[in-house]
C-alpha cells in the first residue's frame, strides 16, 4: 500500500484515541461514540506490485484498443501502407505487427476468381449488373453487333487471379476495384472487336475459331498490362445468343441443307441400285454370251471331229475296198432276193452309192416305182 495511505490510517487511530479518553473524563456526551478503526495489514512491496499491474493493463488496454497487429491467411497477401504510401513489398500468410494511427495494412484476396457474363434469364428477375458473392461476379451478356450491325449477345467466364508479387503496386496504380478497371473492359473490348466480324449466321458454325481468337486477345492485353497486375487463367466461351429471326432463318437454312442432303442421298442410292442391275444384266448377258460360245464352241470341235474322221476314213477307201464292200452288198441282195422274189434292185454305176433295195410286195411303194 502506498506511504500516503499508511499516514492516513495512523492519523485516524490517533484521533479515534483521543476522541475516546475524552469521552471518558467527562466530554460531550450529545457526541457519538467513534469505533476504533484498524489499519489493514499488507503484503511487503505491494505498493510496487500495484503500480506495474497498472502499467500492464493500461499496455492490454491500449493494444485492445488500437489492434497494431494482423492475421494473414493463405490465398492472401497484406499491403503495409506507412504515412500514406504503400512498402513494394506484399506481406505473406502468418502475424504480422505495425505501428497504430502511423502505419496500416490492408488484406487482399489472392485466390481465384470468375467473371461470369451470364444472360439476365440465368441471374433471376431481380438481377443487377454486377453482383460479387465469394470471389465471383455475375454480369449481364456482352452486347455485340455482328458484321451486319445485328444485336447478337455473348456468354463467356474469365477466370484470373491477382498477381500477389505484384499486388502493392497493383493497389497503388489501381485500387481495390482492379478488377472492374482492368479485366471487364478488356474482356467486353475483345469480344466485340473479334464477334463483329462475323455475321450473325457465321457465329454458331465458328464458334471454336471465335473461342480461341477471345481467349489469345484477352491473354495479349492483360499481359500487355504494366507490372503484369493479373495472371488470367482461363476463358470459356458458354453460349451465342441470337435475335429470333436469325434463329428462324437459321433453322430454315439448316432445314433446307438437310432435305438437299436427303434428296442427294436418294439420288445415290437410286444411281447405285442402277448400277447393280445394270452390272447384274450385263454380267447375266455374259454368262449367255459364255454359255453360247461354250456350245458353239462344243459343236465346232465334234463337227471337227467329225470331219477330221471321215477325211481319215475317205484316206482309206480305194478301189479294192470299194469292190469288196459292193460284193458284200450284191450278197445281202442275193440273199434278199431268195425271200421275195419279186423285189427290185437298182444297180448305181460306179459303185459309189449302194444299190437301192426295193420291196415290190409294199404296194404304195410299188404304185410310186411304176409312176
Request: no cysteine; aromatic share 6%; net charge neutral.
Amino acid at each position: 500500500m502506498p506511504a500516503d495511505l499508511n499516514d492516513y490510517f495512523n492519523k485516524k487511530n490517533k484521533n479515534t484515541n483521543s476522541s475516546g479518553g475524552s469521552n471518558g473524563g467527562g466530554g460531550d456526551s450529545n457526541e457519538p461514540p467513534r469505533m476504533n478503526f484498524k489499519k489493514p495489514k499488507m503484503p511487503d512491496g505491494f505498493g510496487k506490485m500495484g503500480a506495474v499491474a497498472y502499467v500492464i493493463i493500461a499496455i492490454v488496454a491500449i493494444i485492445a484498443i488500437t489492434q497494431p497487429f494482423v492475421i494473414i491467411n493463405s490465398g492472401e497477401v497484406g499491403i503495409k501502407s506507412t504515412a500514406g504510401k504503400y512498402e513494394p513489398s506484399p506481406l505473406q500468410p502468418g502475424f504480422h505487427f505495425f505501428i497504430p494511427f502511423i502505419q496500416k495494412v490492408a488484406i487482399v484476396d489472392t485466390r481465384v476468381r470468375l467473371i461470369n457474363y451470364t444472360s439476365g434469364e440465368d441471374m433471376g428477375e431481380g438481377a443487377i449488373k454486377s453482383i460479387n458473392t465469394a470471389g465471383i461476379i455475375r454480369k449481364n451478356s456482352i452486347s455485340v453487333l455482328d458484321a451486319r450491325n445485328l444485336p447478337v449477345s455473348i456468354d463467356i467466364t474469365v477466370q484470373y487471379r491477382l498477381n500477389p508479387e505484384n499486388a502493392p503496386q497493383t493497389i497503388a496504380a489501381w485500387g481495390f476495384s482492379w478488377e472492374s478497371k482492368i479485366v471487364d473492359p478488356v474482356v467486353r473490348d475483345v469480344v466485340r472487336s473479334i464477334a463483329g466480324k462475323y455475321t450473325a449466321e457465321e457465329l454458331p458454325t465458328k464458334r471454336n475459331e471465335i473461342a480461341t481468337a477471345i481467349d489469345d486477345g484477352i491473354r495479349k492485353d492483360i499481359d500487355a498490362q504494366p507490372n503484369k497486375p493479373v495472371e488470367l487463367l482461363t476463358v470459356q466461351l458458354r453460349e451465342i445468343i441470337l435475335p429470333e429471326k436469325v434463329k428462324e432463318q437459321i433453322e430454315r437454312v439448316q432445314i433446307a441443307k438437310q432435305e438437299a442432303e436427303r434428296t442427294k442421298y436418294e439420288v445415290e442410292r437410286a444411281n447405285q441400285e442402277a448400277l447393280k442391275k445394270a452390272a447384274l444384266a450385263e454380267g447375266t448377258a455374259k454368262a449367255v454370251i459364255i454359255e453360247a460360245q461354250g456350245k458353239a464352241d462344243a459343236v465346232k470341235i465334234e463337227a471337227d471331229a467329225q470331219a477330221y474322221a471321215n477325211k481319215e476314213v475317205a484316206k482309206s477307201l480305194d478301189s479294192n475296198l470299194l469292190h469288196l464292200k459292193q460284193i458284200e452288198t450284191q450278197g445281202k441282195f442275193n440273199e434278199a432276193l431268195r425271200e421275195n422274189s419279186d423285189a427290185k434292185i437298182f444297180l448305181t454305176p460306179g459303185g459309189a452309192v449302194p444299190n437301192i433295195w426295193v420291196d415290190t410286195k409294199d404296194k404304195a411303194k410299188q404304185s410310186a416305182i411304176e409312176k
